[in-house]
């Protein structure tokens, strides 16, 4: 980790040193009340899983407004600003099994009429390279907020983001604190310290690639490699081949909850196996675009002693940049999957602009239960419509309905994974630009 750590900073420097070679973001800064942004986006929630073999429903319906406010830099050298985040909710209905990770629940179980939370940044900048400190929601490989919920996953820290070379990203940050979907505490994960880092490079308009890694204390350490082509073809049509991979070495005092082999003799009751696991896990997959259609065809494959149990150890709710994610995400121990997804584009059939259908099914088999000796499988059947209006008063606002059918073998069910379950979730949201 510490060579990963000293081989970024070195970029940066060397990055520094070179940057006259382009423009300088900084040089062009406006004003902190000229480059001034914010926004509030009003979105009405809803999930309901319908839960089999005896396992009781869940469902959960709120309204939230999720505030993003962001000022410009001051000119100089260096530029200075400021930020804030945050979200007001209230639940509708009783929602009394309040779950899916969209309401927060007191301590007696009972969820909450009303919560709010946020926070605020400060940020500063030179020439290409900015630092912001302060509460944020992150979109890292390795470290990515939940956004799949009515209000965001929050991560308190510093994220350091610089583009001193054309066409490279280079990232590196330390959090402390995590506060998921549901909680109202701002350090409601219990996150140590995380360490990230990483680039991602741009070779030319088809081709790019990037590599993400992450030191989690006395958690794991997790790294990240995505390799992204698109070869163009006659009349528009395109096939895209991407690959992407995770390599994950949870500590002993990890929380997992898939390991085989040795685990402690409490693991039931606190998920830690007592001694380090391991995970790989990597997708292929290629699409085929032509006109309104898309066909993508996806591989996954995990090995190791344990799954890709990510998000369970503040390290991201939304950390599986993998093809085959839906409601499972397939990372079961050992467990191999395959999908065939179809999109289709309503707009550019001339029907509706702003539709768009996704369907697609995933099959995974091979999976490694512990205390089952017979190999589990699992099955999703997925269906999502979301309509954006194009123009007028109401344009950028959507409304996204999707369902998944899950089922799994018996050795696969709720105490080791999901369980059988039918999941729909409607989400209403309006933006309304402020400035």
């Not at 956004?147 to 054309?166: D, N």
């Not at 073809?233 to 929380?255: E, I, M, P, Q, V």
């Not at 996704?358 to 000796?373: E, L, M, S």
């Not at 696969?412 to 309304?432: K, M």
Request: hydrophobic share 35%; no cysteine.
């Amino acid at each position: 980790m510490l060579k990963a750590q000293k081989l970024t900073l070195a970029v940066l420097i060397s990055a520094a040193i070179i940057s006259s070679a382009q423009a300088s973001e900084q040089s062009e800064a406006k004003g902190f009340v000229e480059d001034a942004n914010g926004s509030i986006l009003f979105r009405t929630g809803y999930i309901s899983r319908d839960k089999k073999n005896g396992v009781d429903d869940t469902s959960s319906f709120a309204q939230t407004a999720i505030v993003n406010i962001d000022s410009g830099f001051t000119p100089g050298i260096v530029g200075f600003g400021v930020g804030v985040v945050g979200d007001g909710s209230f639940k509708i209905g009783e929602n009394n099994n309040a779950g899916n990770n969209m309401i927060p629940k007191h301590n007696d179980g009972s969820a909450y009429d009303h919560w709010a939370r946020g926070g605020g940044n400060v940020k500063a900048r030179f020439s290409n390279t900015t630092v912001r400190y302060g509460t944020q929601v992150l979109d890292l490989p390795v470290l990515a907020s939940n956004t799949a919920r009515l209000v965001p996953e929050y991560f308190t820290g510093t994220l350091l983001t610089s583009h001193e070379i054309k066409d490279l990203e280079v990232i590196a940050g330390k959090f402390t604190k995590n506060q998921y979907s549901d909680q109202v505490n701002t350090d409601g994960r219990n996150l140590d310290r995380a360490i990230v880092w990483g680039a991602k490079y741009k070779f030319d308009d088809n081709l790019n690639a990037s590599y993400y890694g992450l030191d989690s204390k006395d958690k794991l350490e997790r790294h990240y490699v995505n390799v992204n082509y698109k070869q163009p073809l006659a009349n528009d049509s395109s096939l895209t081949y991407d690959f992407s991979g995770y390599h994950t070495k949870f500590d002993a005092n990890a929380r997992t909850y898939s390991a085989t082999g040795f685990v402690a003799p409490d693991y039931a009751d606190n998920g830690k196996a007592g001694e380090e696991k391991t995970n790989n896990i990597w997708a292929i997959s290629g699409t085929y675009a032509t006109g309104p259609h898309s066909v993508m065809l996806a591989y996954q494959q995990n090995s190791g002693n344990v799954g890709y149990d990510y998000g369970e150890n503040a390290d991201g709710g939304q950390s599986i940049y993998l093809p085959n994610s839906y409601l499972s995400d397939f990372i079961g121990n050992d467990e191999k999957s395959a999908q065939i997804q179809y999109n289709l584009d309503f707009g550019k059939l001339g029907v509706l602009p702003g539709l768009n259908w996704t369907t697609a099914f995933v099959y995974g088999w091979d999976i490694k239960v512990r205390n089952v000796t017979e190999d589990a499988e699992e099955r999703e059947f997925f269906n999502q419509v979301k309509y954006t209006v194009q123009s007028g008063f109401a344009k950028d606002a959507s409304l996204r309905i999707r369902n998944s059918y899950y089922r799994a073998s018996d050795a696969y069910q709720t105490n080791a994974y999901i369980g059988d379950t039918n999941e729909w979730r409607i989400f209403l949201d309006i933006p309304v630009k402020l400035f």
